[in-house]
């Protein structure tokens, strides 16, 4: 490996500075200190467990890197890694590839473009681009013909179960149970075997955001969007409530109104309205790594007030979904068959759920009104987002970590800042909005942060930044090279998807 880019950061802000180590100094460095990791002899020494010394023994291969968790973003990760000298492996605890399983709905459409897929925007010539998936598999042209450049998400889930059947490097039902420093990188402990490597990945995906009135009353009628698919679909004469005013409300509100007449709903939402995504071309900009690089250096609050600006570029609902919706809501009101049974509250946050007879109680405070209701429902569908996941062995390793609201503070590579030695880097995904935006969370720069990571992994610069000219400068700069970079301007862009 041509060298390692690892997380130690010493300064102040611990603020990340893209330089990478030389393995040599990773060595000196990290293990100058023996009270920060033991020594791995001592550790068999006092070990009970056979399997350890059994481990000891044998001669295992030191790794570059390994992947934890199978999901879209190590996908496009060990798809992209495939053509460099890097060793690697990924590892799933479920036995296959799975994408939010419990939405995948009939009728429910990507928000990005397709070509936004493990590898097109940094190799358009992979063979794990969407556009080969769709010519292998013959439909290349009927895709083209269709005159509709958005896909489904189930097309788009076949296409990521095409991709991770293609590669050598994933392991499934491998459950990860310890990630300890071990000499010059990790000791990665699973429920079959151990591995070593030099750095890890972890893409452990995200969990959902329950709200703290509903936390210790989950249920079989009341639950998270993300089992709706999984649990008994409502019944004709029951009275819904759906919480949640973004794509997945919208798309369960409109999977229940398709499949009964009858069932009685109500769809809330704390926003004034229930707002379509923000995804006009000039928005879309902000998805871009120019974007994404000048957001990382900004101060805090002025990343943290962009997050907010910006929030329905990425969480607002589909267009077609909300015409959709009011159009079939509108041939109800024609034929009769509206009445009562359908009811929007925006500006309305639940504020308590109780259990009442055979359903819940739900308290509601209305934001604009400033009053209180409570209505009474048979099933709770919160569609209330996600969060990102932190598995326990990750904790562990994230001790000593550069902390910024909360959250440890990730260089432009994706690393994790250390203000200690560490043995090796440690990348998160999906772990750091307020620090990169919203596109960390998004399909919409996949290939980009992994080609970032892999640069990274190598000391070099394998995959170079096609980024491009932007469509919006920022003249105003001082740095010349940034402006002929076509950077985006912050405050104009918050202007453009924020303006009125």
């Not at 932007?470 to 090279?481: E, F, N, P, R």
Request: charged share 20%; glycine share 6%; net charge neutral.
């Amino acid at each position: 490996m041509g060298g390692t880019a690892v997380a130690i950061e010493q300064t102040d802000h611990c603020r990340a500075t893209g330089q990478a180590a030389a393995p040599s100094q990773v060595t000196q460095t990290c293990f100058s200190n023996q009270s920060t990791y033991p020594d791995p002899d001592r550790i068999y020494a006092s070990a009970n467990d056979k399997n350890l010394h059994e481990f000891k023994e044998a001669s295992v291969e030191m790794l570059d890197v390994i992947g934890i968790g199978i999901g879209p973003f190590n996908l496009s990760l060990a798809a992209l890694i495939e053509p460099t000298p890097l060793r690697a492996l990924f590892l799933e605890k479920r036995d296959a590839l799975v994408w939010h399983p419990g939405l995948a709905l009939p009728n429910s459409r990507l928000q990005v473009s397709p070509l936004k897929d493990c590898v097109t925007l940094v190799d358009p010539t992979s063979p794990y681009s969407f556009l080969n998936y769709l010519a292998l598999h013959g439909r290349l042209y009927s895709f083209v013909n269709k005159r509709n450049a958005s896909t489904s998400r189930q097309e788009f889930i076949e296409y990521y179960r095409w991709v991770a059947g293609r590669l050598k490097t994933l392991r499934f039902s491998e459950v990860v149970n310890d990630v300890i420093p071990f000499r010059d990188g990790y000791r990665i402990s699973t429920n079959t075997t151990t591995y070593l490597a030099r750095a890890v990945v972890v893409g452990v995906g995200v969990e959902p955001k329950i709200p703290a009135c509903a936390r210790s009353l989950l249920c079989g009628t009341l639950y998270h969007a993300a089992d709706y698919l999984e649990r008994p679909l409502p019944q004709a004469a029951e009275h819904v409530l759906v919480v949640g005013g973004g794509q997945s409300g919208a798309e369960i509100t409109e999977d229940i109104l398709t499949r009964s007449v009858s069932t009685q709903i109500t769809w809330s939402t704390s926003r004034s309205n229930f707002f379509a995504i923000d995804d006009n071309s000039f928005v879309n900009e902000a998805y871009t790594p120019a974007y994404s690089r000048r957001f990382h250096a900004l101060p805090l609050q002025q990343r943290r007030d962009i997050v907010e600006g910006e929030m329905l570029t990425s969480d607002g609902i589909s267009v077609d979904l909300c015409n959709r919706l009011y159009e079939m809501l509108y041939e109800r009101s024609v034929d009769g068959t509206l009445t009562d049974r359908f009811r929007v509250l925006p500006s309305v946050v639940v504020k308590g759920i109780t259990s009442h007879k055979m359903g819940w109680r739900v308290d509601l405070d209305e934001i604009a009104t400033q009053r209180n209701s409570c209505i009474l429902v048979d099933r709770i569908v919160l569609a209330t987002g996600f969060q990102p996941r932190t598995p326990p062995f990750l904790e562990a390793l994230l001790e000593g970590a550069c902390m910024e609201d909360g959250l440890p503070v990730l260089g432009p590579d994706y690393a994790v800042r250390f203000g200690r030695p560490v043995p090796g880097p440690i990348y998160l995904q999906n772990q750091s909005r307020v620090q990169h935006g919203l596109q960390s969370a998004n399909l919409s720069l996949v290939a980009y942060r992994n080609s970032q990571i892999i640069n990274s992994l190598l000391g070099r610069p394998f995959y170079l930044n096609t980024s491009g000219r932007q469509m919006i400068q920022v003249y105003a700069t001082s740095d010349a090279s940034e402006r002929d970079a076509g950077v985006v301007a912050m405050r104009s862009t918050r202007q453009v998807s924020g303006g009125t």
